[in-house]
C-alpha cells in the first residue's frame, strides 16, 4: 500500500471542493442576473459545497484519484439553465457558460498574488507551521483552478467551452455542433487517456501559470 499523505489529501480536497462551488456559484449567480432565477429558486446562488456537490464526481472520484495518483477527475452538480428566461438567449447562455471557468482563474490569480506575498523566509528550517500548509493549499489552488479553466473551456460539449462555442456560432453549424453532444464524454475520455490531455490542457495551462504572479 502507497504512503498516503492524508493532510496532503485533505487539503487538496479541500481546494478542489472551494473551487467546484464557486464555479457552479458563478454559473447561477449570472443566470440569476441575466434574467433566468432557475438556479436561485433550487437555491444554487450559494457558497454552500452540499447544494453543489455531487457524490461520484465531487467526492468519490477525487478521493480516489488523490490517494491513487490517478489522473484527477471531479465535476459538481450542473447548474440548470432555462435558455428561454435569458434575456438575450443566446448572447447570455454563453456569458452564463464561460462564468464558470472566468470564477477559476479569478481565483488562481488571487492564489497566486497571496503566494507571492509570503515571505521565502517563513518557510526556512525543518519545522513544520502554519505558513507550510498555507504555502500547499494556494499553490493547489493556483494549479487546480487553472486546470479547470482551461479544461472546462474545451469546445467539447457538454464542457462549458462547447456550450459558449454553440451559443456564438450561427444557428444551423451551432445545431450541427450539438450533434456531438451525446458523444462528448467519451471524447473527453479519449482526451485524458491519449497525449490530447497535454497539448489541449496541460500546455495551455502551463502558459496560463505563465501570466500569474
Not at 39 to 68: C, E, K, Q
Not at 84 to 95: E, K, T
Not at 122 to 141: H, I, K, P, Q, T
Not at 202 to 211: D, E, I, K, M
Request: net charge neutral.
Amino acid at each position: 500500500m502507497p504512503d498516503i499523505n492524508f493532510t496532503a489529501v485533505l487539503i487538496a480536497f479541500a481546494v478542489l471542493l472551494i473551487s467546484l462551488t464557486v464555479h457552479e456559484t458563478a454559473h447561477a449567480w449570472t443566470a440569476d442576473r441575466l434574467g433566468d432565477p432557475t438556479a436561485r429558486l433550487l437555491g444554487r446562488v450559494s457558497l454552500n459545497p452540499v447544494v453543489h456537490a455531487d457524490l461520484i464526481g465531487t467526492v468519490l472520484f477525487p478521493l480516489v484519484a488523490m490517494t491513487t495518483g490517478a489522473p484527477l477527475i471531479g465535476w459538481a452538480k450542473p447548474v440548470p439553465v432555462n435558455v428561454s428566461r435569458l434575456r438575450h438567449q443566446r448572447r447570455d447562455y454563453a456569458f452564463v457558460a464561460a462564468a464558470g471557468p472566468a470564477s477559476n482563474l479569478v481565483m488562481a490569480f488571487v492564489a497566486a498574488s497571496a503566494l507571492a506575498l509570503i515571505p521565502t523566509s517563513s518557510m526556512a528550517g525543518d519545522e513544520v507551521n502554519a505558513s507550510v500548509y498555507l504555502v500547499f493549499f494556494l499553490g493547489r489552488a493556483v494549479q487546480l483552478n487553472v486546470l479547470l479553466a482551461v479544461f472546462n473551456m474545451l469546445p467539447i460539449p457538454p464542457l462549458d467551452g462547447g456550450n459558449v462555442l454553440s451559443a456564438l456560432l450561427p444557428r444551423p453549424m451551432a445545431a450541427m455542433f450539438d450533434q456531438i453532444r451525446p458523444y462528448g464524454f467519451l471524447l473527453l475520455y479519449a482526451l485524458i487517456l491519449t497525449n490530447g490531455f497535454d497539448y489541449l490542457v496541460g500546455r495551455p495551462a502551463n502558459f496560463v501559470y505563465s501570466l500569474l504572479p
